[in-house]
């Protein structure tokens, strides 16, 4: 399993999030869906260890056990995302001093991985290789998000986490976007998980659909891959 969490929980403000079960094996792509402000995107800085859950009687995430990680302190931490995790963010978390081949190549560089690898394949199935010597004030939103893909996959993760990052772009254009991060993602074997409020579109997309549940302050995700 590249995601087996069990009995996480973590409070933010007066909200607690809860992963009461989550499985998601080795390339399966699937959206987590919900509300607007229900906690799916702590759910998704939970298993990327950027957030450390209050509790967890099992977090192991590519490969890792993320309490024992968190316990052992922030450089095994940080070495393993940077090693197991792509991120696409909402708005692209694009460097702005980068260009966007040194955008898509950062990860990549940061592990000592020399040249292109599969970067430059991905870029072209992106439509990015016009693009490359620009810099991120030069692109749409839309050219921003498809950087962010790439960069995500560049370095062939095994897990990437994608928050909203269609929510910025008009509706052909997100369709566009969330489909070839799917196709990436399977052609990679990648495991995926998206977070978005829109569950038309990610089943449109391909994506498994997993509900986050919500009341009394709660919200609660239960998935164990058969529903």
């Known amino acids: 399993m ?19 079960r989550l499985l998601l094996g080795a390339g399966e792509r699937a959206a987590l869906i919900g509300p607007s402000g229900c906690g799916k995107s702590t759910s998704l ?5 950027i957030l450390r859950p209050d509790r967890a009687d099992r ?21 393993w995302r940077g090693r197991q995790v792509g991120y696409v963010l909402q708005t692209g978390g694009l460097l702005p001093f980068l260009s966007v081949a040194e955008n898509i190549r950062l990860g990549r560089r940061l592990l000592g991985l020399a040249g292109w690898g599969p ?5 072209a199935v992106l439509g990015l290789e016009p693009l490359l010597d620009r810099h991120p004030a030069q692109l749409s939103v839309g050219e921003r998000q498809r950087v962010a893909v790439a960069r995500a996959l560049a370095h ?12 910025a772009l008009d509706p052909a254009r997100a369709a566009e976007t969330m489909a070839l991060l799917n196709g990436l993602a399977a052609r990679q074997d990648t495991t995926l998980l998206v977070v978005t409020h829109d569950a038309e579109l990610a089943e449109a997309s391909g994506l498994r659909l997993i509900r986050a549940e919500t009341g009394d302050g709660i ?8 529903a």
């Open 2 to 20: 590249t995601i087996d969490a069990a009995g996480v929980e973590k409070r933010r403000g007066g909200l607690i999030v809860t992963i009461e």
């Open 119 to 123: 970067a430059r394949d991905i870029a």
């Open 45 to 49: 800085d939970l298993l990327a260890a």
């Open 219 to 226: 919200t609660r995700i239960a998935w164990d891959g058969t």
């Open 59 to 79: 977090l192991m995430v590519a490969g890792a056990d993320l309490v024992a990680l968190w316990a052992a302190g922030a450089g095994g931490m940080t070495a």
């Open 156 to 167: 062939e993760p095994r897990l990437v986490l994608a928050d909203e990052p269609t929510a």
